[in-house]
Protein backbone atom coordinates (compact mmCIF):
# COMPACT_ATOMS: atom_id res chain seq x y z
CA UNK A 1 0.00 0.00 0.00
CA UNK A 2 2.76 2.59 1.12
CA UNK A 3 4.73 1.41 -1.98
CA UNK A 4 1.92 2.16 -4.26
CA UNK A 5 1.10 5.80 -3.03
CA UNK A 6 5.05 6.33 -3.41
CA UNK A 7 4.74 5.17 -7.07
CA UNK A 8 1.21 7.14 -7.92
CA UNK A 9 2.84 10.15 -6.44
CA UNK A 10 6.13 10.27 -8.42
CA UNK A 11 3.97 8.62 -11.65
CA UNK A 12 2.59 12.48 -11.30
CA UNK A 13 5.72 14.98 -10.40
CA UNK A 14 7.38 13.10 -13.02
CA UNK A 15 5.17 13.58 -16.35
CA UNK A 16 7.91 13.15 -18.56
CA UNK A 17 10.79 10.31 -19.61
CA UNK A 18 13.89 12.27 -18.26
CA UNK A 19 14.95 14.42 -15.22
CA UNK A 20 11.96 16.40 -14.70
CA UNK A 21 12.87 19.38 -12.50
CA UNK A 22 11.05 20.67 -8.97
CA UNK A 23 11.21 23.49 -6.97
CA UNK A 24 14.41 22.04 -4.80
CA UNK A 25 17.78 22.91 -7.06
CA UNK A 26 19.32 19.28 -5.81
CA UNK A 27 16.24 17.21 -6.85
CA UNK A 28 14.91 15.77 -9.63
CA UNK A 29 12.65 13.27 -10.70
CA UNK A 30 13.71 10.91 -12.85
CA UNK A 31 10.93 8.34 -15.25
CA UNK A 32 12.18 5.72 -18.05
CA UNK A 33 9.70 4.17 -20.33
CA UNK A 34 12.59 1.93 -21.92
CA UNK A 35 14.69 -0.33 -20.10
CA UNK A 36 18.58 0.43 -20.64
CA UNK A 37 21.21 -1.20 -21.80
CA UNK A 38 24.84 -0.97 -19.45
CA UNK A 39 26.50 2.34 -20.24
CA UNK A 40 29.29 4.15 -18.73
CA UNK A 41 27.54 6.96 -15.73
CA UNK A 42 29.13 9.28 -13.65
CA UNK A 43 27.04 10.66 -10.72
CA UNK A 44 27.98 13.56 -8.54
CA UNK A 45 27.58 13.31 -4.45
CA UNK A 46 23.98 12.23 -4.13
CA UNK A 47 21.21 9.63 -3.44
CA UNK A 48 19.02 7.67 -6.08
CA UNK A 49 15.91 6.46 -4.87
CA UNK A 50 14.30 4.01 -7.30
CA UNK A 51 10.29 3.12 -5.98
CA UNK A 52 9.55 1.54 -9.44
CA UNK A 53 11.83 -0.61 -11.96
CA UNK A 54 15.25 -1.39 -11.24
CA UNK A 55 19.10 -0.40 -11.71
CA UNK A 56 22.05 -2.21 -11.40
CA UNK A 57 25.38 -0.13 -10.93
CA UNK A 58 28.64 -2.16 -11.94
CA UNK A 59 31.82 -1.07 -10.44
CA UNK A 60 34.97 -3.65 -10.21
CA UNK A 61 33.61 -6.80 -9.68
CA UNK A 62 30.96 -5.33 -7.48
CA UNK A 63 26.87 -4.90 -8.64
CA UNK A 64 24.95 -2.41 -6.75
CA UNK A 65 21.00 -2.93 -7.04
CA UNK A 66 18.83 -0.06 -6.47
CA UNK A 67 15.46 -0.95 -6.78
CA UNK A 68 11.98 -0.23 -4.74
CA UNK A 69 13.73 -2.39 -2.18
CA UNK A 70 17.29 -0.70 -2.23
CA UNK A 71 19.00 2.93 -2.90
CA UNK A 72 21.97 4.03 -4.16
CA UNK A 73 24.59 6.40 -2.30
CA UNK A 74 27.57 8.42 -3.75
CA UNK A 75 29.96 10.03 -1.25
CA UNK A 76 32.64 10.87 -4.24
CA UNK A 77 32.17 10.56 -7.94
CA UNK A 78 33.10 7.51 -9.15
CA UNK A 79 32.82 6.30 -12.74
CA UNK A 80 30.59 2.77 -13.40
CA UNK A 81 28.74 1.20 -15.73
CA UNK A 82 24.87 0.80 -15.22
CA UNK A 83 22.00 -0.93 -16.85
CA UNK A 84 17.87 -0.01 -16.64
CA UNK A 85 15.13 -2.57 -16.13
CA UNK A 86 12.10 -0.28 -17.21
CA UNK A 87 8.95 -0.35 -19.51
CA UNK A 88 5.74 1.43 -20.92
CA UNK A 89 3.76 -0.56 -18.12
CA UNK A 90 6.25 -0.16 -15.52
CA UNK A 91 8.36 3.21 -16.10
CA UNK A 92 11.46 3.30 -14.13
CA UNK A 93 10.57 6.44 -11.32
CA UNK A 94 13.42 7.40 -9.34
CA UNK A 95 14.03 10.52 -7.35
CA UNK A 96 17.69 12.10 -7.37
CA UNK A 97 18.90 14.06 -4.78
CA UNK A 98 22.31 15.74 -5.18
CA UNK A 99 24.50 15.80 -1.54
CA UNK A 100 24.13 19.19 -0.43
CA UNK A 101 27.61 18.81 1.34
CA UNK A 102 26.95 21.88 3.62
CA UNK A 103 23.87 20.04 5.19
CA UNK A 104 25.00 16.20 5.42
CA UNK A 105 28.32 17.37 7.10
CA UNK A 106 26.61 19.34 9.65
CA UNK A 107 24.50 16.26 10.38
CA UNK A 108 27.43 13.93 10.08
CA UNK A 109 28.87 15.93 13.21
CA UNK A 110 25.65 15.80 14.96
CA UNK A 111 25.46 12.21 14.58
CA UNK A 112 28.85 11.17 15.63
CA UNK A 113 28.49 13.67 18.50
CA UNK A 114 24.88 12.03 19.65
CA UNK A 115 26.65 8.27 19.93
CA UNK A 116 25.60 7.23 16.40
CA UNK A 117 27.61 4.06 15.58
CA UNK A 118 31.54 4.49 15.25
CA UNK A 119 32.22 5.46 11.23
CA UNK A 120 33.56 2.69 9.05
CA UNK A 121 35.43 2.18 6.27
CA UNK A 122 34.93 5.30 3.76
CA UNK A 123 32.89 4.24 0.58
CA UNK A 124 32.67 6.34 -2.59
CA UNK A 125 29.53 3.84 -3.78
CA UNK A 126 27.23 1.69 -1.64
CA UNK A 127 23.48 -0.06 -2.02
CA UNK A 128 21.72 -0.39 0.69
CA UNK A 129 18.02 -1.74 1.79
CA UNK A 130 15.57 1.14 2.05
CA UNK A 131 14.43 0.56 5.62
CA UNK A 132 10.58 1.27 7.20
CA UNK A 133 11.74 4.47 8.51
CA UNK A 134 13.33 6.00 5.43
CA UNK A 135 10.37 4.45 3.26
CA UNK A 136 7.92 6.69 5.73
CA UNK A 137 10.07 9.82 5.14
CA UNK A 138 10.44 9.39 1.29
CA UNK A 139 5.91 9.32 1.19
CA UNK A 140 5.77 12.48 3.13
CA UNK A 141 8.48 14.22 1.08
CA UNK A 142 6.79 13.15 -2.05
CA UNK A 143 3.31 14.08 -0.47
CA UNK A 144 5.12 17.29 0.45
CA UNK A 145 6.54 18.11 -3.19
CA UNK A 146 2.89 17.40 -5.12
CA UNK A 147 1.78 20.50 -3.36
CA UNK A 148 3.57 23.86 -4.69
CA UNK A 149 3.30 25.33 -1.44
CA UNK A 150 4.35 22.35 0.79
CA UNK A 151 7.82 21.46 -1.77
CA UNK A 152 9.09 24.89 -0.97
CA UNK A 153 8.06 25.21 2.94
CA UNK A 154 8.47 21.80 3.93
CA UNK A 155 10.78 20.20 1.12
CA UNK A 156 14.37 21.20 2.22
CA UNK A 157 13.32 19.76 6.04
CA UNK A 158 12.50 16.53 4.68
CA UNK A 159 15.24 16.28 2.17
CA UNK A 160 17.39 16.77 5.23
CA UNK A 161 15.54 14.02 7.09
CA UNK A 162 16.43 11.79 4.20
CA UNK A 163 19.99 12.30 4.18
CA UNK A 164 19.76 11.84 8.17
CA UNK A 165 17.84 8.50 7.29
CA UNK A 166 20.89 7.49 4.88
CA UNK A 167 23.60 8.98 7.31
CA UNK A 168 22.06 7.04 10.29
CA UNK A 169 20.81 3.98 8.27
CA UNK A 170 22.56 0.65 7.68
CA UNK A 171 25.62 2.00 5.80
CA UNK A 172 25.41 5.30 7.15
CA UNK A 173 28.92 4.90 9.13
CA UNK A 174 30.59 4.36 5.81
CA UNK A 175 29.37 7.24 3.91
CA UNK A 176 29.46 9.62 7.05
CA UNK A 177 33.64 8.60 7.41
CA UNK A 178 33.76 9.30 3.47
CA UNK A 179 32.26 12.85 4.21
CA UNK A 180 34.51 13.59 7.31
CA UNK A 181 37.63 13.01 4.47
CA UNK A 182 39.64 11.80 6.95
CA UNK A 183 42.98 9.26 6.22
CA UNK A 184 43.71 8.03 2.84
CA UNK A 185 39.94 8.62 1.63
CA UNK A 186 40.17 12.60 2.43
CA UNK A 187 43.45 12.54 0.26
CA UNK A 188 41.86 11.18 -3.10
CA UNK A 189 39.27 13.20 -2.76
CA UNK A 190 40.70 16.11 -2.64
CA UNK A 191 42.81 15.31 -5.72
CA UNK A 192 39.35 14.29 -6.94
CA UNK A 193 37.82 17.40 -6.19
CA UNK A 194 40.81 18.68 -8.48
CA UNK A 195 39.82 16.73 -11.19
CA UNK A 196 36.37 18.18 -11.35
CA UNK A 197 37.15 21.58 -10.72
CA UNK A 198 40.16 21.81 -13.61
CA UNK A 199 38.16 20.27 -16.83
CA UNK A 200 41.15 22.78 -18.84
CA UNK A 201 44.52 22.10 -17.00
CA UNK A 202 46.84 19.61 -18.03
CA UNK A 203 47.07 16.84 -15.11
CA UNK A 204 49.57 13.89 -14.27
CA UNK A 205 49.65 11.56 -11.52
CA UNK A 206 52.91 13.42 -9.87
CA UNK A 207 50.66 16.97 -9.81
CA UNK A 208 47.39 15.09 -8.18
CA UNK A 209 49.50 13.05 -5.47
CA UNK A 210 51.30 16.78 -4.49
CA UNK A 211 47.73 18.17 -4.14
CA UNK A 212 46.69 14.53 -2.09
CA UNK A 213 49.82 15.09 -0.28
CA UNK A 214 50.91 11.51 -0.74
CA UNK A 215 53.62 10.10 -2.94
CA UNK A 216 52.77 8.95 -6.47
CA UNK A 217 53.03 4.85 -5.42
CA UNK A 218 50.98 5.36 -2.34
CA UNK A 219 47.93 7.79 -4.39
CA UNK A 220 48.15 5.25 -7.12
CA UNK A 221 47.28 2.48 -5.10
CA UNK A 222 44.56 4.26 -2.63
CA UNK A 223 42.87 5.88 -5.61
CA UNK A 224 42.10 2.73 -7.16
CA UNK A 225 40.89 1.48 -4.00
CA UNK A 226 38.08 4.11 -3.98
CA UNK A 227 37.42 4.56 -7.31
CA UNK A 228 38.32 0.74 -8.87
CA UNK A 229 40.43 2.90 -11.69
CA UNK A 230 43.68 4.83 -11.97
CA UNK A 231 43.85 8.41 -11.47
CA UNK A 232 44.66 8.72 -15.54
CA UNK A 233 41.80 6.65 -16.25
CA UNK A 234 39.48 8.65 -13.90
CA UNK A 235 40.74 12.17 -15.61
CA UNK A 236 40.18 11.16 -19.40
CA UNK A 237 36.73 9.24 -18.34
CA UNK A 238 35.18 12.47 -16.14
CA UNK A 239 36.50 14.79 -19.10
CA UNK A 240 34.75 12.46 -21.73
CA UNK A 241 31.46 12.59 -19.48
CA UNK A 242 32.07 16.14 -19.39
CA UNK A 243 32.31 16.65 -22.77
CA UNK A 244 28.94 14.91 -23.59
CA UNK A 245 26.76 16.68 -20.86
CA UNK A 246 28.12 19.99 -23.02
CA UNK A 247 27.39 18.59 -26.35
CA UNK A 248 23.83 17.45 -25.10
CA UNK A 249 22.91 20.72 -23.16
CA UNK A 250 24.65 23.23 -24.33
CA UNK A 251 24.81 22.37 -27.76
CA UNK A 252 28.29 22.73 -28.90
CA UNK A 253 30.33 20.36 -31.62
CA UNK A 254 32.49 17.37 -30.47
CA UNK A 255 35.30 19.62 -31.41
CA UNK A 256 34.20 22.74 -29.29
CA UNK A 257 33.58 20.30 -26.36
CA UNK A 258 36.86 18.50 -26.62
CA UNK A 259 39.11 21.90 -26.29
CA UNK A 260 36.57 22.79 -23.16
CA UNK A 261 37.43 19.65 -20.77
CA UNK A 262 41.09 19.63 -22.37
CA UNK A 263 41.71 17.80 -25.44
CA UNK A 264 44.33 18.97 -28.04
CA UNK A 265 43.75 16.85 -30.54
CA UNK A 266 39.52 16.68 -31.32
CA UNK A 267 40.40 13.18 -33.37
CA UNK A 268 41.89 11.98 -30.40
CA UNK A 269 39.00 13.05 -28.49
CA UNK A 270 36.62 11.34 -30.70
CA UNK A 271 38.83 8.28 -30.64
CA UNK A 272 38.49 8.35 -26.59
CA UNK A 273 34.99 9.09 -26.91
CA UNK A 274 33.94 6.35 -29.18
CA UNK A 275 35.91 3.79 -26.99
CA UNK A 276 34.04 4.67 -23.86
CA UNK A 277 30.32 5.23 -25.26
CA UNK A 278 30.49 3.09 -27.81
CA UNK A 279 29.30 5.90 -30.53
CA UNK A 280 30.80 9.10 -32.10
CA UNK A 281 30.09 12.07 -29.98
CA UNK A 282 27.68 12.62 -32.93
CA UNK A 283 25.73 9.72 -32.22
CA UNK A 284 26.06 9.65 -28.70
CA UNK A 285 24.76 13.37 -28.19
CA UNK A 286 21.64 12.83 -30.76
CA UNK A 287 20.71 9.71 -28.95
CA UNK A 288 20.72 11.22 -25.76
CA UNK A 289 18.54 13.99 -27.05
CA UNK A 290 16.25 11.44 -28.67
CA UNK A 291 16.18 9.07 -25.37
CA UNK A 292 15.21 12.23 -22.80
CA UNK A 293 12.82 15.45 -23.69
CA UNK A 294 13.70 16.72 -20.52
CA UNK A 295 17.99 16.42 -19.27
CA UNK A 296 19.09 18.04 -16.90
CA UNK A 297 22.19 17.98 -14.50
CA UNK A 298 21.68 21.01 -12.18
CA UNK A 299 24.84 22.53 -11.08
CA UNK A 300 27.93 20.29 -10.13
CA UNK A 301 31.11 18.57 -11.67
CA UNK A 302 29.87 16.43 -14.45
CA UNK A 303 27.03 14.56 -13.41
CA UNK A 304 25.18 13.14 -16.51
CA UNK A 305 21.87 12.60 -16.22
CA UNK A 306 21.71 10.03 -18.75
CA UNK A 307 19.82 6.69 -17.41
Excluded: W
Aim: glycine fraction near 8%; charged fraction near 20%; include cysteine.
Amino acid sequence: MQQARMVRLLAGLAPDEGYNLTALPGVRFLRSNRPLARAPVLYDPGVVIVCQGRKRGFMGDQVYLYDAQHYLAVSVPVPFTMETDASVDEPLLAIYLRLDIAVATALVLQIDEAGGAPPAEPKGLMSSPMDTQLKATVLRFLQAMAEPLEAVVLGPALVREIYFRVLAGEQGASMRAALAAQGHFGKVARAIRKIHGNFQQPLDVALLAGEAGMSVPSFHAHFKDVTQTSPMQYVKSTRLHQARLLMVKSGMTAAAASGEVGFESPSQFSREFKRLFGRTPGEEAARMRQAFARLDAGPGSGYVASH
